[in-house]
């Protein structure tokens, strides 16, 4: 049974700071990974997908990286901003290419001005 | 591109009522998952349809329900409210199978 832990549930930081969000998985057979925020009573806005071919994944100032073999992916922002407050999940799928995702319980992240 | 648009926003019912959620996903997509996400048990998985079939479940009880119309619009169902239905529910659309999942604003189900 494929298992998502996130790791710190919570963060706080001044403003500039450059952070990592871990991840980690349990089975490693995985198709891909993806990474979302959500905001406060919002939906989820997807943020990067890695495919488990990939290792890394870039999007501005967003940076994740994928190691299947040790089940673990890492979310690298850079130049935090106050805006960038938000609690951050990733999920992988349940099995192969299943739409059924398995979400980890999130970090919150807070960037202090 | 339009987003995964959910309809209503918000819902307040009262215990042993039925309620009707709406997902509209993106434009081209086939597959609709739907999930409920509460502060206890985050983010659960309910079911998702492909071409108007359900291709999976997750477990949770009878009383929720589900179908895709040929458009790809969805609707799930929850009869005989429970409080701890009271969650927000989640769409979310993708093209297919290991493609980026992309999710809509929820549904918050409030059950009196």
């Known amino acids: 049974k494929q298992e998502v832990t996130q790791i710190p549930a919570a963060l706080s930081v001044p403003e500039g700071e450059n952070l990592v969000l871990n991840c980690s998985f349990t089975?490693?057979?995985?198709?891909?990974l993806q990474w979302f925020r959500q905001d406060p009573g919002k939906g989820l806005t997807s943020l990067l997908l890695i495919q488990s071919s990939q290792r890394e994944q870039t999007s501005g100032r967003l940076n994740a990286s994928l190691d299947k073999s040790s089940g673990r992916s890492t979310l690298y922002i850079a130049a935090s901003q106050p805006g960038d407050s938000a609690t951050y999940l990733c999920a992988v799928p349940t099995q192969g290419g299943s739409e059924k995702l398995v979400f980890g319980k999130g970090t919150k992240l807070t960037v202090n001005p | 591109k339009a987003g995964v648009t959910q309809t209503p926003r918000y819902l307040i019912k009262t215990r042993g009522q039925q309620v009707t959620l709406s997902c509209s996903p993106i434009?081209?997509?086939?597959?609709v998952s739907w999930y409920q996400q509460t502060p206890g048990q985050g983010l659960q998985f309910l079911f998702e349809?492909?071409?108007?079939?359900?291709?999976n479940k997750g477990n949770f009880p009878g009383r929720f329900s589900g179908r895709q119309f040929s458009n790809s619009r969805s609707e799930m169902n929850v009869s005989t409210l429970e409080l701890g239905d009271s969650a927000l529910y989640l769409c979310?659309?993708?093209?297919?199978?290991?493609?980026?999942?992309?999710f809509g604003p929820g549904t918050r189900l409030t059950v009196l």
């Open positions: 089975d490693s057979a995985i198709y891909n």
């Open positions: 979310a659309s993708s093209f297919d199978r290991a493609n980026e999942q992309f």
């Open positions: 434009s081209g997509h086939r597959s």
């Open positions: 349809y492909f071409s108007e079939t359900q291709r």
